[in-house]
């Protein structure tokens, strides 16, 4: 690849910057928007990585530590009554009531785990990604994925509820 217009430090301490900037902008939203504890988690978990980052942690740790944060916050909201996902999609199904909704809930905790599986397993292509010549791939190829999660999940969301009323319930 070609030579980068600034040293690999200066991009670091610009992007632990922009983090800080990001989170500390982001309740701004919530004049508009009802935050969930989950944002309030993100945003502690953004500022620190952010911060060890400013201090001069190893981007090459930083970013798969982020990815195992938010990973480990939806696989362990999978065990709770309400799990991640549901708080996100509840409105699309009637609001508060889908919460009390079995099926709802069975359905959204199928699919916090699935994401959670995949942020709990991105750190380590990451970590390697990192390492290579074409660690400037690692964005693309983190984006990508979680937009494969998400077509996923727009078909599951329609499928199991519809397959569960049909009778096959098994799994």
Known sequence: MGQLLYPKEVFEEMAGAGSVLLCAALPLLWLRCRPTVF????????S??????LLGA???????????LFGLMWFVTGFMKIPL???YSQNAYGGG???SN???VRTNRILTFCWGA???VTPAWTFALLGTDVSYLTGAFNSVLPALMALFTLWFQRWYPARYA??????
């Open 39 to 46: 944002e309030y988690v993100s945003v502690l978990a953004v």
């Open 48 to 53: 620190c990585v952010a911060l060890f980052t």
């Open 58 to 68: 190893d981007v090459r740790l930083t970013v798969p530590l982020s990815y195992a």
């Open 85 to 87: 996902t549901a708080h």
């Open 97 to 99: 009531k889908a919460l």
């Open 102 to 104: 079995p099926l709802f």
């Open 118 to 120: 995949l942020y709990m």
């Open 166 to 171: 049909r009778g096959q319930r098994r799994g």
